[in-house]
């Protein structure tokens, strides 16, 4: 699916969601250097090639260039904090289940059985709080949940890691430009 609505350079589109202990998280009033906001879907929390696991298992190379890991996803509260608790996730993980801010972000779409459904998108926003890049993480992998196939995994796990890798080098890019 391809993503259509043209914000990068754009003002990030603020907002202001609950996490897992039901506390309120606001886009503004995030102290980072820069925000990595990723869309997931609520299927990332059936799949062991999830996303949000590998931003996790890559948080203090984040951390490090003073980047901060944010997830949307249509999700209760519930239902993430027993995710991170199964698989030791410390990232912040926000509950959009009315999608608002899913659609703000132009990330929702409908399936061919007419499920409204995550487009996985990531977006770099910086301390100004513009977006300074946009990734498509569809592009870079395509989900085959359900196929237990060492192949195929070994195949999802490279492509998020070579996303993951983009976003790191596009900060340190970035960060250098505006020194």
């Known amino acids: 699916m391809q993503y259509k609505k043209l914000i990068e350079g754009e003002r990030a589109i603020n907002f202001c969601l ?11 009033e ?9 869309f997931f879907d609520k299927n990332s929390f059936e799949s062991e090639n999830s996303e949000i696991i590998y931003y ?4 203090n190379e984040f951390t490090e260039i003073k980047a901060e890991l944010i997830g949307i996803g ?6 993430i904090n027993n995710f991170c608790s199964k698989h030791n996730i410390d990232i912040k993980l926000l509950s959009d289940l009315n999608y ?5 972000y132009g990330v929702v779409y409908f399936d061919n059985y007419g499920n409204m459904k ?5 977006f770099l926003i910086n301390r ?6 946009i ?3 569809e592009k870079m992998y395509y989900r085959f949940s359900g196929y237990a196939d060492n192949l195929i995994e070994l195949w999802e796990q490279s492509k998020m890691w070579a996303h993951i890798s983009k976003v790191l080098d596009a900060i340190e890019l970035l960060d250098k430009n505006i020194k």
């Open 18 to 28: 609950k996490d897992k202990e039901n506390k309120k998280i606001c886009l503004d």
């Open 30 to 38: 995030l102290k980072s250097k820069w925000i990595v906001l990723f």
């Open 56 to 59: 996790s298992k890559t948080q």
């Open 74 to 79: 249509p999700v209760n509260g519930k239902d």
């Open 100 to 104: 608002n801010v899913s659609e703000d």
């Open 118 to 122: 995550i487009l996985p998108m990531t």
């Open 128 to 133: 100004e709080r513009n977006i300074s890049k």
């Open 135 to 137: 990734w498509n993480r």
